[in-house]
């Protein structure tokens, strides 16, 4: 690790994140390369080692930093005045996931490939903040709906979170991917990553309310 101030690393490293995000709007997981992501940089590609080692821990830094953003917003939902209805809290749940795209993304695709390459202290950071959003579900859960028991909101974790990973492919397609369909003469409406999470969550909470 280079010498100076920890505000100097943080900076360091958010800004490779930030690079990595960048490309990743316009490019594939598999076509960035640790090359491309220092090219965005103010440093040296070099550099980009002192901080992570593989560009799987790059994206895996990025997914975390998306977890965490997205559990800030769950604590902002968790924290309005008195119980929801299952409509207003599946409105709140799906305005925090329209924000997250990139976390979508990340989670439908590259999962394995970013924990399978990262180091164990890298991994374990992203694990604590996915830990972290399951616990701000929870809460938004035990404050929207006071009467709901621990075994509920299990269950709920257990259906919704799975649920993340198939957000992105049915809510953003490839043109090829539409004229691979409409050859195949595949049924297809398009809906938002709010319509979609909204309906899902909503139909979810019917089973409890």
């Known amino acids: 690790m280079p010498k100076g101030s920890e505000e100097l690393t943080h900076a360091r490293k958010e800004e490779i994140i930030d690079a990595c995000a960048a490309l990743y709007e316009t490019m594939g997981f598999r076509d960035i390369t640790i090359r491309d992501i220092g090219a965005k940089t103010s440093f040296t590609r070099t550099s980009i080692y002192n ?12 997914l975390q930093r998306e977890h965490e953003r997205w ?80 075994e509920e909101i299990q269950t709920f974790l257990y259906a919704f979170f799975p649920f993340l990973f198939g957000v992105y492919p049915y809510t953003s397609h490839t ?18 990553i709010y319509e979609l999470t909204k309906s899902f969550v909503g139909n979810l909470l019917r089973a409890f309310l």
């Not at 901080?51 to 990025?62: D, G």
């Not at 374990?124 to 709906?145: D, I, M, N, P, T």
């Not at 409409?182 to 049924?187: I, M």
């Open 51 to 62: 901080y992570f080692q593989t560009k799987e821990e790059i994206f895996l830094a990025l």
């Open 71 to 150: 559990a800030a917003d769950l604590e902002e939902l968790a924290r309005r005045d008195g119980p929801l209805s299952a409509g207003e809290f599946a409105d709140g749940m799906a305005r925090t996931l329209e924000k997250r795209g990139c976390m979508l993304k990340l989670m439908s695709m590259n999962l394995y490939d970013m924990e399978g390459n990262s180091r164990l202290e890298n991994l374990v950071a992203f694990k604590q903040a996915y830990a972290g959003a399951l616990r701000a579900v929870s809460r938004c859960l035990e404050e929207a709906f006071p009467h709901l028991t621990a």
């Open 175 to 192: 043109e090829k991917q539409l004229a691979a369909m409409e050859a195949a003469h595949v049924e297809y409406t398009h809906c938002s």
